[in-house]
């Protein structure tokens, strides 16, 4: 069946403005969570929706984040006022009780903040 | 909190050769425990896993068992091949009665080279 799938793939945007990420996670996965891989960090967890609820958004780094999922399905990662450190490779995953929250990843949204 | 440290890379190997990237974890309780590889140009995708401890986790002639006393999931093969060249993750997930949830903690990644 189809993977996990995101858009864009890669995203250039002028310092200052805002972006969108999209996420679609594998029909039925009720999991969804948002990564984040850049050189100097690593890969750093963003957040965890179960369902439309996010139980875990601990890893935001600023109020400039913020993420919904509508449907139990899609979800948007919205980065306000960006700024160059925001400049990684977006990570989406999802996962179902099901195959025991074994997370499949998506290919990623390169972001590049000039 | 949890945390994942691996060695250090990169590694480079000659093709046939023995291939070990350790990893060992701190957490709390018991949790799953996965490596993860990148080949080059692609997504994430999940090597193994193991869900408690002595599990071994196999897949594509790669294994790494659970080791709870000395808190390690050390990446093992016996003979590399060209296309074992990737970027490799050790990763931990909180554990609940059998189920991993919620986040992953990665270790930084190791960067395997292997030449023909």
């Known amino acids: 069946g189809a993977g996990v799938s995101q858009s864009p793939s890669n995203k250039v945007t002028e310092k200052g403005k805002d972006v969108e990420l999209r996420c679609d996670p594998i029909?039925?996965?009720?999991?969804l969570y948002w990564y984040r891989q850049s050189l100097g960090q690593g890969l750093e967890f963003l957040i965890y929706?179960?369902?439309?609820?996010?139980?875990?958004k601990s890893g935001l780094p600023s109020d400039r984040f913020s993420a919904e999922r509508t449907g139990g399905s899609v979800s948007t990662l919205t980065i306000q006022r960006t700024q160059q450190e925001d400049s990684a490779v977006y990570l989406c995953?999802?996962?179902?009780?099901?195959?025991?929250?074994?997370?499949?990843f998506g290919p990623g949204t390169r972001l590049t903040v000039t | 909190g949890n945390s994942v440290t691996q060695m250090e890379g990169p590694v480079t190997l000659s093709e046939e050769a023995f291939l070990t990237i350790n990893c060992t974890y701190t957490a709390t309780g018991y949790p799953s425990l996965f490596w993860y590889v990148q080949y080059p140009g692609e997504g994430l995708q999940l090597l193994l896993k193991a869900t408690k401890a002595d599990d071994k986790g196999s897949n594509k002639g790669f294994e790494a068992t659970y080791r709870k006393e000395t808190t390690s999931f050390h990446l093992e093969k016996g003979s590399v091949q060209v296309s074992d060249s990737a970027v490799y993750f050790c990763?931990?997930?909180?554990?609940?009665?059998?189920?991993?949830?919620?986040?992953?903690?990665f270790g930084q990644g190791t960067i395997l080279t292997v030449h023909p």
């Open positions: 990763a931990l997930s909180p554990n609940a009665g059998g189920t991993s949830y919620g986040k992953l903690t």
């Open positions: 995953a999802s996962s179902t009780p099901g195959q025991g929250y074994e997370q499949y």
């Open positions: 929706f179960q369902g439309n609820s996010a139980p875990d």
């Open positions: 029909s039925g996965h009720t999991a």
